[in-house]
């Protein structure tokens, strides 16, 4: 991935690829200086590469702006645990809407 354009530009995670696993933890180990942290940025969407992929999914979202990237994620989710406690119909409210105590 390259990060930067022109006389800034430099390119940091060369041919780096891998797959984890949904809901895991993982670990990432390497020597100093190696890259982890960039590529843990990337990958949670605080820094955005001028070329290279990330994708989810099998989706590239690095053109994606970072607020749409997880939207539907978290729309998912939201719905997910609103079922099972019967609350899907009141999923728009606000907290200060919902509560009875």
Known sequence: MVFGT???AFAELDDV????????CFTLRGPSACGKTPLLRTIAEFITPTTG?????????VPL?????????????VE??????????????????????
Request: net charge negative.
């Open 6 to 8: 022109g006389s800034l």
């Open 17 to 24: 690829s891998f797959m984890i696993a949904e809901n895991v």
């Open 53 to 61: 992929a990330v994708q989810r999914d099998e989706q590239n979202i």
């Open 65 to 77: 702006p970072p607020q749409i990237r997880p939207k539907s994620e978290i729309a998912a989710t």
């Open 80 to 101: 997910e645990m609103l079922e099972p406690v019967q609350m899907t119909a009141i999923a728009d409210r606000r907290a200060s809407e919902i509560s009875g105590g």
